[in-house]
């Protein structure tokens, strides 16, 4: 059984930047590739960006140029560096594998981008 706990949001101006972290415990997690995914109220969930065990990267189209995924697998941890943002980037962060499993899901972390 794998618990993610990410932490990192808050809440910024337009433009401004926020580093997510996604720790990770069990010792399956350097295999997988993950996952950052984001649910704005009434939406639904989205992956926004993924890592693979490779680090080979992939990015939605909305956060292309702006969102940087890494992984640091001794520390069984991914981040999410995201610059520029904006306020359609309200939502609640999560991360998991990619594709996700159901009960790897945490409590996610805030993310609000005023105008």
């Known amino acids: 059984q794998v618990q993610l706990v990410e932490s990192g949001g808050g809440l910024v101006q337009a433009g401004g930047s926020l580093r997510l972290s996604c720790a990770a415990s069990g010792s399956r997690f350097s295999i997988n590739a993950m996952g950052w995914y984001r649910q704005a109220p009434g939406k639904q969930r989205e992956l926004v960006a993924g890592i693979t065990s490779s680090r080979r990267t992939n990015y939605a189209d909305s956060v292309k140029g702006r969102f940087t995924i890494s992984r640091d697998n001794p520390k069984n941890t991914v981040y999410l560096q995201m610059n520029s943002l904006k306020p359609e980037d309200t939502a609640v962060y999560y991360c998991?594998?990619?594709?996700?499993?159901?009960?790897?899901w945490g409590q996610g972390t805030q993310v609000t981008v005023s105008s």
């Open positions: 998991n594998r990619s594709p996700a499993i159901h009960n790897w």
